[in-house]
């Protein structure tokens, strides 16, 4: 981002999202990410200390940040007791957005999210069934999507031997259909799947079906060399308003995408996906068609990807053209 006028701005992350890293790369604004594997306290507890750290080493007047409460809540204390304006940009991922804590909690939840956001003066989010709820929080809300992902420089020449194999991204979160995807497989014996993400203890202990690979998490670069030797790339999500990283990237190697039947990634991905509900016989349909067809699919997700990626440009543009409007003379 150009910083002629105002300090230099800051992105501040709790967690390594490829959302955050591509925005924060198109605005021009340097991304600091702080990510740590603990229990929830020791991890909390951490985390505000070294936002504090770089909030008092830096001092930053633009604070962009992937939203989460207490993230948040520390960056809107920190605006409250500077003596400068500090314009603080909100991007909202649908879980943190919609996170709500039950029971004698949830006041206390309530109140604590009020004021951080009254703090903040700019949300963004991902999609239009976002907006709504977004917009009830008070700030000025901008939608902007997934910047479109690209491979590492090493391999946007290169032109890897395809396999036969589909590719399942996921992480095993709760949103995502696991136990249909592992049947949808075993109604497949013939076609080969690799399934992505870090493997619950829940799912390593079982017998998955035999042409159904656990991989884990790859490598950056042999993350993306699976994509693009891929048959077919199949991300599905079981909640609404949720675009998916994974299938954005799908787009990027233009690969025939299957994806959960949902507002939201109709929305985006149009006539270029096969888009099916989170049921087994109709994940297995639509892997088959997305094999059968695969060149009519691989030219749909082509055309897509020329069509978003010169949108980008116009949507990066608009959204700093938004952050500037924010800032005021000192």
């Not at 929830?40 to 939203?67: D, F, G």
């Not at 202990?205 to 991989?215: A, D, K, M």
Request: with cysteine; charged share 20%; aromatic share 6%.
């Amino acid at each position: 981002m150009d910083n002629q006028g105002f300090e230099a701005a800051v992105w501040l992350s709790w967690h390594r999202s490829g959302r955050s890293i591509d925005l924060a790369d198109a605005l021009g604004v340097p991304l600091t990410a702080w990510q740590l594997e603990a229990i929830a306290p020791i991890r909390h507890t951490l985390s505000a200390l070294w936002t504090l750290s770089v909030l008092m080493r830096s001092r930053p007047r633009v604070i962009l940040l992937q939203h989460s409460l207490l993230l948040t809540t520390i960056v809107g204390a920190y605006k409250k007791l500077r003596y400068k304006a500090v314009i603080i940009v909100a991007d909202c991922h649908t879980k943190a957005l919609r996170r709500r804590m039950p029971g004698l909690a949830r006041p206390v939840f309530e109140g604590i999210r009020s004021w951080a956001f009254r703090q903040v003066d700019m949300v963004i989010v991902a999609n239009d069934g976002l907006l709504e709820e977004a917009r009830s929080l008070g700030p000025t809300v901008v939608v902007q999507p997934d910047i479109l992902p690209t491979a590492p420089g090493e391999l946007i020449d290169s032109r890897p031997s395809p396999s036969d194999q589909v590719v399942i991204v996921g992480s095993f979160a709760e949103d995502e259909p696991v136990e249909e995807l592992l049947h949808a497989a075993h109604l497949l014996p013939n076609v080969e799947f690799v399934m992505t993400g870090r493997v619950p203890a829940s799912v390593a202990s079982r017998t998955v079906p035999e042409n159904v690979s656990l991989i884990g998490f790859l490598a950056v670069s042999e993350y993306w060399k699976l994509l693009r030797c891929a048959r077919a790339i199949v991300v599905l999500t079981q909640h609404e308003d949720c675009l998916l990283r994974g299938a954005y990237e799908a787009l990027a190697v233009c690969q025939p995408l299957v994806t959960s039947d949902t507002r939201a990634l109709r929305e985006y991905f149009g006539g270029s996906a096969i888009f099916v509900p989170p049921r087994s016989e109709a994940i297995a349909a639509g892997v088959l068609d997305a094999l059968a067809n695969r060149r009519r699919w691989v030219g749909r997700m082509t055309e897509l990807r020329e069509m978003r990626q010169e949108e980008r440009a116009i949507a990066v543009f608009g959204l700093k053209q938004a952050i500037k409007s924010r800032l005021q003379p000192s």
